[in-house]
């Protein structure tokens, strides 16, 4: 199984891209609006960042142009406030009054660019195609990671088990010993785990495992254990 073939994000590449813009100065949104909108790119407008924070943004590659100096809330403070809700949001910061100690604290909070006002289109532009295509990526990922974790969900408790030693290496039948169930029912089980993840071989069980961070049960109790069958 290819991983992307289950990516449930085919209608996010048919939709334009969103630049989030927050600054205060009507001028710069404006011209702003302009400059991204030329380029084909959705532009949502913000005067200030309680007013971005009331905004849900849809499940499309988008990025934030953010003004340092804001009312209220500051930018750097904003970044903080969505540094792990939106983590697929990337960052670029603009400002007309930075230093570098804020140029720092700003990258290391994650910002993928600083520029300082005035600053030239290409610059700009340049950072955000970055930005979007950053953006798409973890989007991406982050949409396959929910596929995932549906498929995962329709296993048994019995089928998880069986996936979790298999994704370590081990062949049938010392995970059956493990589990204390037969080598036979094991093998049914992995064919059964293989269908509901949609996989074609045991490599493509330890890449799901270890995508959903699955780790392998705790011994059985010997003494308990009893011996499974599979179903017909």
């Known amino acids: 199984m290819i991983l992307g073939e289950i990516l449930g994000y085919a209608s996010m590449q048919q939709v334009s891209p969103i630049v989030f813009v927050v600054d205060d100065d009507v001028s710069v949104r404006e011209s702003l609006e302009l400059l991204l909108g030329n380029e084909g790119w959705q532009v949502e407008l913000f005067v200030s960042a309680s007013d971005f924070l009331a905004y849900r943004p849809p499940f499309v590659p988008h990025c934030l ?24 949001m990337p960052i670029i910061f603009i400002t007309g009054h930075g230093d570098i100690p804020m140029t720092v604290q700003a990258m290391k909070a994650g910002a993928v660019e600083f520029l300082q006002k005035p600053f030239g289109d290409e610059a700009l532009l340049n950072a955000i195609r970055g930005a979007l295509q950053r953006s798409k ?25 069986v996936m979790a030693l298999v994704a370590t290496g081990l062949p049938n039948k010392q995970v059956g010993s493990e589990l204390g169930i037969s080598e036979i029912t094991v093998k049914a089980h992995r064919g059964s785990v293989m269908r509901k993840l949609k996989a074609t071989s045991v490599a493509d069980i330890v890449k799901i495992a270890a995508r959903l961070r699955v780790t392998p049960p705790r ?14």
Not at 76 to 81: A, D, I, S
Not at 139 to 159: C, D, G, N, Q
Not at 219 to 232: G, K, L, Q, Y
């Open 65 to 88: 142009v953010l003004d340092v100096s804001l009312p209220g809330l500051n930018g750097l403070e904003l970044q903080k406030c969505i540094a792990s809700e939106r983590t697929e």
């Open 137 to 161: 990526n973890l989007l991406s990922r982050k949409a396959e990671i929910r596929e995932l974790r549906t498929m995962y969900e329709h296993l048994t408790p019995r089928e998880r088990e």
């Open 219 to 232: 011994p059985p109790d010997t003494h308990n254990a009893v011996s499974e069958s599979p179903r017909p």
